[in-house]
């Protein structure tokens, strides 16, 4: 299973938790992927009815391929191919933090909900990860990702300028909350989840900087340990929602 599948089957409880689409609105899943969060969408909300769109054929022909359901559509989120005033809901995880004109990507949001229509971005603060106790070079390993992602382009801080660019898109009152995510013994399945997730992140740092390869394996495993050694992950995404006046 493809680790972005992993990810929203462990996930989208707390991902999802203040979502809302009832049956007959129309959802814009964006940077669909693979197709995994529009699958829990749909599993979520019965009767909605979810397009996934993507800039990437690659992830496209897989998403086809493990939700033949799934309406596609391959576009730039910057220009979407749709009318004013098309969607109910827009949702997105995981997104801005790989984009260099999020404003704009946003505005497009605003013009393609519906009056009344809510979008609901879910984003990274790399700054709010905890791990107790702190393994060695977790805190190396993440620095260099952060900075591998600020060289390419990306912010892996975006989630403290939501706000900000909300408000550069036109949303007018965009609400912008922590969601706590946190891993411990208290619910182990979640815990193992959320310490792979970060496992295989660590792990695919292989392209970019070959000289910490070793340092990240380490790190991977050090993380995986963690639910039987009965540590503690701890991370704060942030949340914007926002409606269409």
Known sequence: MARLEKQARWAA?????????????????????????????????????????????????????????????????????????????????????????PVEILREVRRVLKPGGRCHFVEVDNDTFRVEPPPPDVAQILAALNEAQRAGGGDPFVGRRLAQYFAEAGFRGARVVDLPIEGSAADPVFFQGFAEEFAEIFEGLDESLPHLVEVARRAAQALRALPAQGGRMAYAAKLAQAVRD
Not at 29 to 49: I, P
């Open 13 to 101: 409880p707390v991902l999802l938790r203040d979502f809302h689409a009832g049956p007959g609105m129309r959802v814009l899943d964006l940077a669909t992927g693979v197709g995994a969060m529009a699958h829990e969408l749909r599993s979520r909300f019965a009767g909605a009815q979810v397009l996934g769109l993507d800039f990437a054929r690659a992830q496209l022909d897989r998403a086809r391929q493990r939700q033949p359901w799934l309406p596609l559509v391959q576009a730039d989120a910057a220009a979407l191919p749709f009318r004013d005033g098309s969607f109910d809901r827009v949702h997105a995880s995981w997104f801005l933090e790989h984009v260099r004109t």
